[in-house]
C-alpha cells in the first residue's frame, strides 16, 4: 500500500504541481477528515478495534474515495444540478460494493470481521462530502490527489486508533504477521476493544491534533 | 432463521446493543445535532419513525425482489436507493398533510437519509438474519435507541457548556470523553437480555 501511495503523489506532482501538493498536505494534515473535520467517524470507531482491521478500513475509503472522485469530476459538467446528490450516491455505491465483493472474494474471513461497515461506507460523510465540495469543482487528475490525500489522512487517523486500542485492550498488536507486545506486566484492559475504549481514544486523538494545530490554524485566521 | 424471541430483540436494541453507544452507528449527526434537547428529541422521533419503516421496507425488498432474482451483491445501492426514495416521500406527505409537524420535523428529514444508522439497521437485520416480526422490533427498538442516547448526549452538552474545558479538548473531543463514559454507563445493561 505504501509503494503505491507514494508512486500515485509523485506522479501528481509533476502534473499539477503546486496545487496537488497543498491539497495533499490539506487532506492528510491540516484538514485531516477524522481527526480535524470529524467526518465519517462511524466506521473510524467500529473497526479500530484491530490494527489490521483499521488498515483494510483505510485501503477501502482510500479506493472508494478515489473512484468516486474521478468519476465524479469527469461527469461533473453533464450532471444536472438538481440530482447530483443521487448521481453521487450511485457513483459511490458502485465502488463500494466493487471492493466488498474483492474482499468477499480473496479475504473472507476480513469481510466477516468489517460486517456491514464495509457497506456503510457509502454513507461515509467523507466520501460524500470530498465528491461534494472537491469533486465538483475540480478537474480529474486534482480530484484524484485529493481522494487520495483524504484517503491516507483518514488511514493515518484509523491506523493510530486501531494500534492504541489494540495495544492497550489486547497487550499486544497483531498485524499482518508483525507483532509487538507491552510484555508480561501489563494486564490488558478489555474496556479498550469495546465501545466506550473507542470513544476515549479518539476523543484523545481530536485534543491531540487540536494541540499541535491550535497555533496554525489561529495565524491562519490573522 | 434466528429464533431469538422479538421483545428480547426490543429490549437489546435500546440498552444492551445501543446501535449508537454499541454499534457506532449515527454518530455524524449525533455529534452535530445533539447541542438542543427538543432538537435531539426531534432528530429521535424522526429517526425511530423512518428506521422502522425501512427496515419494514428493506426486509421486503431483499426476501420477494433481490434473493429471487439471485441479485444479493446489488443489496446497498438498492437499500440506500429505498430509504432516500422512502424520506423523500414522508416528506412530501408530511408537507401535505401537517405543515406544523413538517416545520419541526422538515429540516431533519433530508440529514436522515444519510444517517449510516438507518442503512446500518436494514444491513444488521438480513445479516443477523431476523424474520419479519424480529426485523420491526429491531428496527424500531434500534431507532429508540438512537433517540435515547441523543437525548441524554443533548441534556449533557447544555451543562457542558457553562464548565471550563482544557482548550484542545473543546468542543468534538471532550463530546467523544463523554460518550464514553455514558457507554461505559450502557455496559452497565449488559446482562439484563442475552442475544
Known amino acids: 500500500m505504501a509503494d503505491n501511495n507514494c508512486m500515485t503523489c509523485g506522479g501528481s506532482q509533476g502534473l499539477c504541481g503546486g496545487k496537488g501538493m497543498v491539497t495533499l498536505k490539506e487532506g492528510v494534515w491540516t484538514n485531516n477528515p477524522l481527526a480535524i ?8 470507531l467500529a473497526v479500530t478495534n484491530k490494527l489490521s482491521n483499521s488498515l483494510v478500513m483505510g485501503a477501502a475509503l482510500l479506493f472508494v474515495c478515489v473512484g468516486s472522485n474521478l468519476f465524479v469530476s ?13 448521481a453521487e450516491v450511485a457513483i459511490i455505491a458502485t465502488f463500494v460494493i466493487l471492493f466488498d465483493q474483492f474482499l468477499k ?13 464495509v457497506a456503510l461506507i457509502i454513507t461515509n460523510c467523507i466520501v460524500m462530502g470530498r465528491a461534494e465540495a472537491f469533486a465538483l469543482q475540480n478537474p480529474p487528475i486534482v480530484s484524484i490527489v485529493d481522494g ?25 498488536v497483531d498485524c499482518f504477521g508483525l507483532s509487538i507486545s507491552v510484555g508480561n506486566w501489563y ?36 | 432463521m434466528s429464533d431469538t424471541s422479538a421483545i428480547v430483540i426490543l429490549i437489546a436494541a435500546i440498552f444492551t446493543n445501543n446501535i449508537l453507544l454499541g454499534n457506532f ?10 447541542s438542543q434537547v427538543g432538537t435531539a428529541l426531534g432528530l429521535g422521533t424522526a429517526v425511530t419513525f423512518v428506521m422502522t419503516m425501512t427496515t419494514m421496507i428493506n426486509f421486503a425488498v431483499h426476501y420477494f425482489v433481490l434473493v429471487p432474482l439471485q441479485l444479493g451483491h446489488l443489496q446497498f445501492i438498492v437499500f440506500i436507493a429505498v430509504i432516500a426514495a422512502f424520506v423523500q416521500l414522508v416528506e412530501m406527505i408530511v408537507e401535505r398533510f401537517s405543515p406544523k409537524l413538517y416545520f419541526s420535523l422538515g ?20 445479516t443477523r438474519e431476523y424474520g419479519f416480526i424480529q426485523t420491526v422490533s429491531f428496527g424500531f427498538g434500534s431507532g429508540l435507541g438512537w433517540l435515547v442516547a441523543i437525548v441524554l448526549m443533548a441534556g449533557l452538552q447544555q451543562k457542558m457548556n457553562y464548565s471550563d474545558i482544557p482548550k484542545p479538548f473543546r468542543g468534538v473531543s471532550v463530546a467523544m470523553i463523554i460518550t464514553c463514559v455514558m457507554a461505559m454507563a450502557f455496559l452497565g445493561f449488559g446482562g439484563m437480555v442475552s442475544l
Open chain 1, 74 to 86: 469527469l461527469l461533473r459538467n453533464y450532471i444536472p444540478h438538481r440530482i447530483r446528490m443521487i
Open chain 1, 148 to 172: 487520495v490525500a483524504n484517503g491516507i489522512g483518514y488511514g493515518v487517523a484509523l491506523a493510530i486508533i486501531g494500534f492504541a486500542r489494540e495495544l492497550f485492550g489486547a497487550g499486544q
Open chain 2, 107 to 126: 429540516i431533519f428529514l433530508p440529514l436522515i437519509t444519510v444517517n449510516c444508522a438507518i442503512l446500518g439497521a436494514s444491513i444488521l437485520a438480513i
Open chain 2, 25 to 34: 452507528l449515527g454518530m455524524c449527526s449525533f455529534i452535530a445535532c445533539s
Open chain 1, 187 to 222: 494486564t490488558p484492559n478489555l474496556l479498550m476493544i469495546m465501545a466506550p475504549g473507542a470513544f476515549f481514544v479518539f476523543g484523545v486523538l481530536i485534543a491531540v491534533f487540536n494541540l499541535f494545530k491550535g497555533d496554525d490554524a489561529e495565524e491562519d485566521k490573522k
Open chain 1, 37 to 44: 473535520q470529524v467526518l465519517g467517524i462511524c466506521s473510524a
Open chain 1, 105 to 117: 472474494a480473496y479475504y473472507w474471513e476480513m469481510s466477516k470481521q468489517l460486517g456491514p461497515y
